[in-house]
Antibody, heavy 127, light 107 residues
């Protein structure tokens, strides 16, 4: 079955960077896009960005533009999200989630709904 | 950017109740709307997509309706396992966005 397994919890100091991985299995990795979503404690879900795992195209939320980089390693069926210049407000659970659109047949980069989600990675930013 | 207003933020209900959650868009999105359920400490799970299509394995007491700017998630007969937080999500265009969430708690 389709499964996304994320890397473990991280503790970082303000100003540092964090890189979270999301290993996919159970499907052809390059046929689907991957989203990254975060959730601060007690807060709503917040979309950060998207990568077309087939061609590597990315789209980012304007809020994180310049601080977030989403990449993928097709040989490892893994997507990555790196967030730089961390501050305390970045303390959150970070999720990867697979888009349902088959990008190998899509005519344009467009989002779909998310299924499934990874288990989440807690990133704590503290001095 | 499409703005979303989800209401109510908190809903107190009893087992067996019928509950309704609303999601309103700042502009029309046709039927490009999904609903997710999230339980404490867990990742969200897909309930409904395309505004009204039930994800495989989701109980039929869940239903979705609406198109354009106004959407509704209904739970026809609340069960104990349904006490959770629910989010709507628009995927009509980038940036994807989520509603504020509705926590369904035991009355």
């Amino acid at each position: 079955q389709v499964q996304l397994v994320q890397s473990g919890a991280e503790v970082k100091k303000p100003g540092a960077s964090v890189k979270v991985s999301c290993k996919a299995s159970g499907y052809t990795f390059t046929s689907y896009a991957m989203h990254w979503v975060r959730q601060a404690p007690g807060q709503r879900l917040e979309w950060m960005g998207w990568i077309n795992a087939g061609n590597g195209n990315t789209k980012y939320s304007q809020k994180f533009q310049g601080r977030v980089t989403i990449t993928r390693d097709t040989s490892a069926s893994t997507a990555y999200m790196e967030l730089s210049s961390l501050r305390s407000e970045d303390t959150a659970v970070y999720y990867c989630a697979r888009d349902v659109v088959d990008v190998s047949i899509a005519v344009a980069d467009a989002p779909g709904w998310f299924d499934p989600w990874g288990q989440g990675t807690l990133v704590t930013v503290s001095s | 950017v499409i703005w979303m207003t989800q209401s109510p933020s908190l809903l107190s209900a009893s087992t067996g109740d019928r509950v309704t959650i609303s999601c309103r868009m700042s502009q029309g999105i046709s039927s490009y709307l999904a609903w997710y359920q999230q339980k404490p400490g867990k990742a969200p799970e897909l309930l409904i997509y395309a505004a009204s299509t039930l994800q495989s394995g989701v109980p039929s007491r869940f239903s979705g309706s609406g198109s354009g700017t106004d959407f509704t998630l209904t739970i026809s007969c609340l069960q104990s396992e349904d006490f959770a937080t629910y989010y709507c999500q628009q995927y009509y265009s980038f940036p994807v966005a989520f509603g504020q969430g509705t926590k369904v708690e035991i009355k």
